[in-house]
């Protein structure tokens, strides 16, 4: 149902080219591409993501022309399935066809993008790549330990929450050093799982926040 409404959002394109992606827009833009139709006749999809656009569009490019036009998150209706969109303060959390029957799968990035060369470093060096996720798993669920408390401290002081909740004393109080280094890594952490396109409603949730 979710799906059916976003994809009721889209708009058509206006049939222009899609632009490459340039080596300097890794950090303001993301572009992935996947093969997808029927037996009888594949066609070549694209999805343009710019971070910093304040409308927050995306575009779907269909055999490198706009085809569809939609605001973040967006489905994308495609012969035989969808294709999903999402992302979050730190990136993408979604890049997926959702077909009608069978596995999602994950579109590609392509070269010179962020997406890319996360993906070349995993393929190069794929015992270190998982550590690295590994150790952004750990980073995130300390800081949601250590932070949540000192969320609900803070947010149990404004002065309805406490007329009508109470207040709560976190337990947990870290030096300010210790606080920023914690914020630091976690935002690495968020990064790290946004270029792999890794969420989870609880490992990701201190992500929400952060932003």
């Known amino acids: 149902m979710r799906s059916d409404k976003r994809a009721g959002k889209n708009k058509p394109g206006d049939g222009s080219p899609l632009k490459p992606h340039r080596p300097w827009q890794i950090f303001t833009r993301s572009v992935f591409r996947i093969e997808h139709g029927s037996p009888d006749r594949t066609h070549s999809y694209a999805v343009d993501v710019h971070y910093f656009d304040d ?51 994950v579109l590609q990035p392509v070269p010179h993008s962020a997406e890319y060369w996360r993906a070349v470093f995993g393929r190069r060096h794929p015992r270190l790549s998982r550590w690295i ?56 952490a968020s990064i790290e799982r946004a270029l792999t396109l890794r969420n989870h409603w609880l490992i990701d949730f201190e992500t929400f926040w952060l932003g």
């Open 55 to 105: 409308e927050e569009k995306v575009a779907l490019y269909r055999d490198g022309h706009q085809h569809l036009v939609a605001t973040l998150p967006a489905t994308f209706a495609v012969p035989g399935g969808a294709i999903d969109v999402a992302v979050s303060t730190f990136g993408l959390t979604r890049m997926h066809l959702v077909p009608d029957s069978g596995q999602e799968q």
């Open 133 to 188: 996720g590994r150790a952004a798993i750990a980073v995130l669920l300390i800081g949601l330990v250590l932070f949540v408390p000192q969320l609900l401290e803070l947010v149990s002081g404004i002065d309805i929450v406490a007329e009508n909740v109470g207040t709560f004393t976190s337990p947990i109080s870290l030096p300010a050093w210790l606080n920023g280094t914690i914020l630091v890594a976690g935002i690495l």
